[in-house]
């Protein structure tokens, strides 16, 4: 689908996304710098992708109507958000090439499958996840209880719709694991093993339909209550010998997939000597992932640039870093003072900053825990992008 072309009726080459939010956006931005037209199909009014792409169709995400209005627009269709139905996906394939598929969206939504391919490719990825059971019926939660104590203390999880820590429960006790199965509802959950992690790490790829794979060097994630708060990408982030493997396994993982598009992969690092050989994967997002945002400022193609390469069929050009950084993600938290009362934060003394690069996602509600925005800091070394953040940091709270 070549960039700026234009069609017998006079309609410039377009790009579909599902779903309108912050990834969508940059994604959309990224399209258009290629002189795509884009069009995205989310329900809400005001989303951060809707208010900057040329086409918005407001409807329901599995809205027949809205599907197909999306397949007469578009050479190609993508997603930004995993929870997109797969069923809509599979609709959007009967006419346009869609990447990633429905299959492998339908994989990485369910934790009980995305278990299942971690463990199926496991020789040729060389990582496992933590040790887990599946619980979907009370006659599995009471073997569970009975005979996988070893599991505990453990975090229960939904199978589905968990993000950002949510739908998740930790649990030292039997008790506690009854407790917390009835908490969320008594859907279909993993009890997973709570790991002495070291670190966290992960590692994006991009898959063309040709097969062609190039990846990022893996950066290290830190996160606070659950939610994505820093991201270190410099030489030196990670130790060498784990960021390879890493690199490697997640490599492994979309090729077993057959995966077109974006892929990010999550890794714990837990203590040496553990079985697991130092390395743990986590699981993964079918589509760019906030841990990536900042190739935008400090690689030469973009995490959202091979996204729009991978589904239009372009060459995928092995992306090169040319500058440390570290990202932070503005979370609504920081338009509040400590009194809780609302502020704006102070931009300018923030802007002064050499390689702070600020990137505001058009959302004009802030809560707390809500992601509004993030900021890269770029510089010409390590050191110097570590005093920046440190001064940013402050400067935000
Ligand atoms: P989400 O879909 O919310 O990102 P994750 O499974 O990635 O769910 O869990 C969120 C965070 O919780 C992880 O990034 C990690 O910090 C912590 N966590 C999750 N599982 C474990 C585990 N088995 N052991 C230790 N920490 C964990
Ligand atoms: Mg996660």
């Known amino acids: 689908i070549y960039p ?14 599902m779903g309108g939010g912050q990834l969508g956006r940059m994604f959309v931005h990224a399209a258009q710098r290629l002189g795509y037209f884009t069009a995205v199909l ?11 792409s040329h086409h918005h169709i407001q ?4 809205d027949p109507a809205g599907l197909a209005q999306l397949a007469e627009l578009c050479q190609a269709i993508t997603t930004e958000f995993e929870n997109v139905p797969a069923q809509a996906l599979h609709t959007l394939a009967q006419t346009r090439p869609v990447a990633p598929n429905a299959a492998v ?4 939504q369910n934790r009980i499958e995305e278990k299942a391919h971690f463990a ?4 040729v990825s060389g990582v496992t996840c933590a040790p887990y059971a599946v619980i979907e019926t009370s006659a599995q939660l009471q073997a569970v209880q009975a005979d996988r104590t070893d599991l505990l203390p453990g975090i229960l999880k939904t199978a589905r719709l968990g993000y950002d820590g949510k739908g998740q429960v930790r649990v030292k006790t039997t008790e506690e694991l009854a407790a917390a199965w009835a908490e969320l509802g008594n859907v279909a959950c993993v009890l997973e093993k709570m790991l002495p992690l070291t670190a966290e790490c992960s590692v994006l790829v991009a898959r063309g339909w040709d097969g062609q794979v190039v990846s990022f060097a893996p950066q290290r994630n830190v996160h606070v209550a659950g939610i994505l708060a820093v991201t270190h990408a410099y030489e030196g982030a990670m130790p060498p010998a784990l960021a390879g493997r890493a690199r490697e396994a997640a490599v492994a993982i ?7 598009g974006v892929l990010c992969v999550e890794f714990f690092v837990v203590e040496d ?6 390395l743990v994967v986590n699981e993964m997002a079918p589509r760019p992932h906030n841990s990536g945002h900042y190739t935008i400022d400090a690689c030469d193609a973009s995490q959202f640039d091979l996204q729009v390469h991978a589904m ?7 992306p090169r870093q040319h500058s440390p950084a570290i990202m932070l993600n503005l979370l609504g938290d920081v338009w509040f003072d400590a009194n809780g009362q609302p502020q704006e934060p102070d931009w300018q003394a923030v802007l002064r900053l050499p390689g702070t690069h600020l990137h505001l996602y058009g959302k004009t509600q802030a809560r707390a825990g809500r992601k509004m925005g993030h900021l890269t800091i770029t510089g010409p070394d390590v050191a110097t992008v570590k005093t920046m953040a440190r001064r940013v940091a402050d400067l935000l709270g």
């Not at 989310?42 to 900057?52: K, M, N, R, T, W």
Request: hydrophobic content about 40%.
């Open 105 to 108: 969206v339908g994989i990485a």
């Open 312 to 318: 239009a069929g372009l060459p995928l050009p092995q």
């Open 254 to 260: 979309a090729q077993h997939l057959g995966y077109v």
């Open 59 to 62: 409807t329901a995400y599995s």
């Open 4 to 17: 700026g072309s234009v069609d017998a009726a006079g309609r410039m080459a377009t790009l579909g996304v």
């Open 273 to 278: 000597g553990s079985e697991h050989g130092g």
């Open 120 to 123: 199926a490719c496991a020789d």
């Open 42 to 52: 989310e329900p809400d009014a005001q989303s951060p992708a809707g208010l900057v």
